[in-house]
């Protein structure tokens, strides 16, 4: 299966404020469970790999994108996969690191 990285800007642009946590709600999307499987591990830096269940999902605020998230290794490490509702299919991944992002130490 193909996978797209998305970069650090790619990765904003499906973020809309404020983000809905829906774990648990309407059930699956889309199947992402191939898709995940097919990531390259190259492509998870230090981290990984993603741990087999999903940790959180995020709405963006105008129901565009749902980040599905897998925890991985350092702790406050993410596999985030990007579902595009609208067109029913994902989007692409990215590693959503954020110790590094808030700047505070990841293990704690």
């Known amino acids: 299966m193909e996978t797209k990285r998305l970069t650090e800007v790619a990765f904003k ?6 983000m809905q ?5 309407e059930g699956d999307v889309v ?7 097919s990531v390259p591990v190259g492509d ?3 981290a990984g790999p993603p741990a087999e269940e ?7 605020a105008y129901d565009r994108y749902d980040h599905v998230l897998f ?3 350092p702790d406050h490490t993410y596999l985030v996969i990007v579902v595009d509702l609208k067109n029913r299919c994902v989007h692409g991944h990215h590693v959503l690191d954020l110790g590094v992002l808030y700047g505070t130490d ?3």
């Open 54 to 60: 999903v940790s959180h999902v995020w709405r963006d």
């Open 13 to 18: 642009a499906t973020f809309t404020a404020p």
């Open 71 to 73: 925890p991985l290794r």
């Open 21 to 25: 946590e829906v774990t648990g709600g």
């Open 31 to 37: 199947d992402i469970w191939e898709y995940v499987e």
């Open 106 to 108: 990841a293990g704690t």
């Open 44 to 46: 998870l830096g230090d």
